[in-house]
């Protein structure tokens, strides 16, 4: 069994302890879960809507675009929801790496 008290140094000697306690180390925890979080919340309320929609209510089965219904156009804007927030988070992930390039530096 591992001990939790043990102190790992990296190879530079600075403890992972300190790399956790060090302030840029929290700034990118607390920038990822503010853009992750709620991304999550909105993509998970935005997936289940669907489903709850269709078994509680009928509008979605009205004809909107000739014979396309409104829940085939949510359920495809689902796979665009999808798409985009793959490549925003992409685009995010930048800014964390060089907060880790940041942290590594710091670390030497």
């Known amino acids: 069994m591992h001990s939790v008290t043990k102190s790992i140094t990296t190879e ?3 403890s992972a302890i300190e790399i956790v306690a060090s302030p840029s180390f929290k700034q990118l925890m607390h920038r990822k879960k503010s853009f992750i979080l709620p991304a999550i919340m909105f993509c998970l309320i935005f997936y289940f809507t669907l489903p709850i929609l269709t078994s ?5 089965n ?5 014979a396309i219904t409104g829940a085939w156009i949510f359920a495809f804007a689902q796979f665009v929801m999808t798409w985009t927030f793959c490549t925003l988070y992409s685009r995010k992930a930048q800014s964390f790496d ?3 390039e940041q942290i590594k530096e710091e670390s030497r």
Do not use: A, H
């Open 62 to 66: 009205e004809p909107v675009i000739g």
């Open 12 to 14: 530079t000697g600075r």
């Open 98 to 100: 060089r907060l880790v």
């Open 56 to 60: 509680y209510f009928t509008f979605l």
